[in-house]
């Protein structure tokens, strides 16, 4: 198989999981380090970011045209995630981020046991908090993942997710459609510096893009006929596999 067939074939798969749960450049990413292992670094960083967020996209408005969306909370929360993207992203200029990759798998357990243990997590629409205060919380939320994104990034969408359901009391599907609003903001500001960097592989990020664009539709698609019970179950393996993922590359390798 071609190298391009390869990672088009990944970014397709990458698309349709990022689209229901996040966690898709567990895909993607690997996939591409593992074809190109002499290209640096920083631009299969930013080819990945430059096919996934269009995926991203896909996926946010594909939800936004079937579920209702909480536009007062959402609009500040995207101010507050481009912010906290912005800041994070500097913050690796001045900061080393190693000790993040010890803690993110107990992080990503917490939040898969808690998720597991509460089997009605999710799974009814009944919003905790109304006007200001429901725009607060979601921008507070907004805010520090956002800035987790810029400095940090895996399982960025996923853990929105799960505070969305949490903190704010949406069920599963309402907490994916924000999810994708939010990380397609900040992988859209992390998009700009890696271009303005030169850090963009164009000629692979293209058709990458089309595969992701592919997977996300197909995703969403089935999210929306589902619905919540059915993103759970996606969530909770993403979210284990992440766990295996980041617990490898931080305690093993």
Not at 32 to 42: C, I, Q, S
Not at 92 to 98: A, C, G, L, M
Not at 154 to 181: E, N, Q, W
Request: contains cysteine; proline residues 4%.
């Amino acid at each position: 198989m071609s190298e391009l067939a390869t990672v088009v074939i990944a970014s397709i798969a990458a698309g349709f999981v990022n689209s229901i749960a996040g966690g898709g450049g567990l895909i993607s990413l690997p996939v591409l380090l593992g074809v190109f292992p002499t290209a640096p670094v920083a631009t299969l960083f930013g080819t990945n970011k430059a096919s996934m967020v269009w995926g991203t996209l896909w996926a946010a408005g594909t939800y936004s045209r079937h579920v209702s969306l909480p536009w007062h909370a959402l609009v500040p929360a995207i101010m507050s995630a481009l912010v906290g993207g912005f800041l994070g992203a500097w913050l690796v200029t001045v900061f080393s981020s190693e000790w993040l990759r010890h803690l993110l798998p107990i992080m990503l357990m917490l939040t898969l046991v808690y998720t597991v243990l509460r089997r009605d997590l999710g799974q009814v629409h009944a919003p905790l908090h109304t006007g200001g205060n429901e725009a607060t919380r979601a921008s507070a939320i907004a805010g520090a993942l956002g800035l987790y994104d810029g400095f940090f990034g895996p399982g960025t969408g996923s853990f929105l997710m799960f505070l969305f359901v949490r903190v704010l009391g949406y069920d599963f599907l309402h907490a994916a459609a924000c999810a994708k609003i939010l990380n397609a903001t900040t992988n859209l500001a992390a998009l700009g510096l890696f271009a303005a960097a030169g850090h963009v592989w164009w000629p692979l990020a293209l058709p990458m893009a089309v595969a992701n664009v592919l997977g996300s539709a197909l995703g969403s698609r089935l999210a929306l006929r589902h619905g919540a019970a059915f993103i759970r179950s996606v969530f909770i393996a993403v979210v284990g596999v992440l766990i295996l993922k980041t617990g490898y590359d931080a305690y093993l390798k």
